[in-house]
């Protein structure tokens, strides 16, 4: 009777001892999964960033071609229809007018 008690002490620390190791390999498997989840944040940042900063990149040298028009008052000018790029039409004109301009507002919009 008493090896039976020995051994069933024996048991119930091996089994104490694996319930702990599993416990250690499952606090494991959660640091190194949080881990991997900051890195795919890091990296989702890193593209974010890169991203922006292409973009900006890219606007400066678009904006760089860009060719400001002054228009004054009595001048004559045309307008582009650019709707007709949806439907195109081989002979079609995709400028009307002329129109002449009436005023000027402070950011470029002008009256015809």
Do not use: C
């Amino acid at each position: 009777m008493e090896s039976f008690v020995i051994s069933l002490l024996r048991l119930s620390t091996v089994h104490i001892g694996l319930f702990d190791n599993s416990m250690t390999m499952k606090t494991r498997l959660k640091k190194n999964r949080k881990l991997q989840l900051d890195e795919l944040k890091e990296l989702r940042n890193d593209a974010f960033k890169n991203a922006k900063i292409s973009k900006h990149k890219m606007k400066t040298l678009h904006d760089k071609h860009i060719l400001r028009k002054s228009f004054h008052v009595g001048q004559k000018v045309l307008l582009y229809n650019s709707r007709l790029h949806l439907f195109p039409g081989k002979l079609r004109t995709k400028w009307i007018g002329p129109f002449e301009i009436k005023s000027i507002s402070e950011h470029g919009a002008f009256e015809e």
